[in-house]
């Protein structure tokens, strides 16, 4: 029988040239046939509370990123790059700009072909409640998976930034006749109490489950590293639905994959595997693979920064795997004046569509789109989200203007920390955030 007709249950010869399990370097010819029988849940409802006022107005998802991209744009290119083009969105807190930007810049599925993304915003469906919790999330929506009839449900995050290739983990799943498989990094051990901590085997079978342990366990022999849960899971479709059912109708379940399914299906030894994200590196990127939580002010900070460096770990130049997003019109950005003192210029920077650098200096920065800098300016090593205005004389250095702020002349922002605590947010490693809400100022429109 020709491996692309045949059904994934009856692949059982290793992958050819591969050196499995742990390699799946080559794709084989059924892999499109199990990305066809996968759909995407995308948990995009989070509050994302750790970025202060960057989620007032929009939920973690939609925060801008990397000069022109949402944060959800990452876990919905790498579904569209891996060939996974059934995918539904759960939005739930402070959703509008989410859905706004979904539905602007992700209808170019076809649905003719089965093909779509589909936002699923918390309806009431099985009960009177909203999400109570990730796994609730998309139990609440078993009527729409089942309508579908996958194989395959892909779990995902939609707050990291990341580039992974879900297929090679959809192709480890199938190959190891697994119930559930986690997608898991090697974190430092100092920062693995924010995360679902692993224990794995030697065949990498998940043996041990903690979320967010005050006191991560370390990988053996390697004391200062241990292996972090990325919240993403593949589950084959009817097992996933006799989970979430039998955790519904569980008395004091917090309904949450994390805290109560994967430590359940762990301790009851059902067939759950991790999948480390270092073996779905993408090609394009030089075979290295990326992942940032972006959950704090400052890390969100650092991996915008990251980007200005020559060579940064994120490609953002990969035409094999793109990072799509919505493309707004806009005129290329643009330097005026070339005076001594009233120079336009930017340096080590990422500069998008829309801006006016106006005799002024903007050095290791990420302006988005439709930033004005007026005459007489200095933006240093600072973030700054769309439709930002800075008037004359301004001074701006380690910081993050939000979207919509309009700076007044000659205002100093990082320049004198304790001012700036007063006015302010500032990061426990000095990064001041500016909201239009802290100049004053009201802004009537989605963010």
């Not at 569209?80 to 810049?105: D, P, W």
């Not at 192709?171 to 119930?179: L, N, P």
């Not at 359940?264 to 939580?293: M, N, P, Q, T």
Request: with cysteine; proline share 6%; glycine share 8%.
């Amino acid at each position: 029988m020709n491996a692309e007709y045949s059904t994934p249950d009856e692949i059982t010869d290793p992958i050819p040239g591969g050196n499995f399990p742990y390699s799946t370097d080559v794709k084989p010819p059924y892999l499109p046939l199990i990305a066809r029988n996968t759909i995407a849940m995308v948990l995009a409802g989070g509050r994302g509370s750790r970025l202060e006022q960057l989620t007032d107005w929009r939920c973690k998802p939609s925060v801008h990123f990397g000069g022109k991209f949402r944060i959800i744009d990452f876990t919905l290119s790498n579904c569209v790059n891996s060939g996974i083009r059934r995918i539904g969105i759960l939005t739930q807190y402070k959703a509008q700009s989410l859905i706004r930007h979904v539905q602007r810049g992700w209808s170019f599925l076809d649905g003719r072909l089965g093909e779509f993304v589909e936002l699923l915003p918390a309806q009431q469906r099985m009960d009177s409640s909203w999400y109570t919790g990730t796994a609730d999330a998309v139990f609440q929506n078993l009527d729409i998976l089942r309508r579908y009839e996958p194989r395959y449900v892909l779990v995902l995050a939609g707050d990291h930034v990341y580039k992974m290739d879900y297929g090679k983990m959809l192709v480890e799943h199938v190959r190891r006749q697994a119930d559930c498989t986690i997608g898991c990094v090697e974190v430092p051990v100092e920062a693995g109490s924010a995360f679902g901590i692993m224990q794995v085997d030697e065949e990498r079978r998940v043996i041990g489950f903690q979320e967010k342990p005050a006191n991560p366990q370390p990988l053996p022999g390697r004391p200062d590293t241990t292996l972090a849960s990325m919240g993403i899971y593949v589950f084959n479709a009817p097992f996933l639905y006799e989970q979430l059912i039998r955790d519904a109708d569980t008395r004091n379940s917090s309904h949450d994959f994390g805290k109560d399914i994967i430590p359940y299906l762990v301790k009851r030894g059902y067939r759950v595997h991790a999948h480390f994200l270092s073996d779905s590196s993408v090609h394009g990127s030089e075979g290295r693979s990326y992942w940032r939580d972006v959950g704090t002010v400052d890390a969100y900070y650092e991996a915008n920064m990251e980007l200005v460096k020559v060579t940064p770990e994120l490609n953002l130049y990969d035409r094999e795997w793109p990072i799509w997003t919505y493309q707004e019109q806009l005129p290329p950005a643009k330097f005026v004046f070339d005076d001594e003192e009233r120079r336009g210029c930017a340096i080590d920077s990422l500069i998008s569509g829309g801006c006016i650098i106006s005799g002024s200096t903007v050095r290791r920065s990420l302006l988005f789109s439709n930033v004005r800098v007026h005459s007489y300016c200095t933006v240093e090593d600072s973030v700054i989200l769309p439709n930002v205005e800075i008037s004359r004389h301004a001074v701006v250095r380690r910081a993050i203007i939000d979207k919509h702020c309009k700076l007044p002349e000659g205002i100093q922002i990082g320049v004198d920390p304790e001012a700036d605590r007063r006015r302010f947010h500032v990061t426990p490693k000095g990064v001041t955030l500016v909201t239009p809400e802290m100049l004053g100022q009201k802004v009537h429109h989605a963010r």
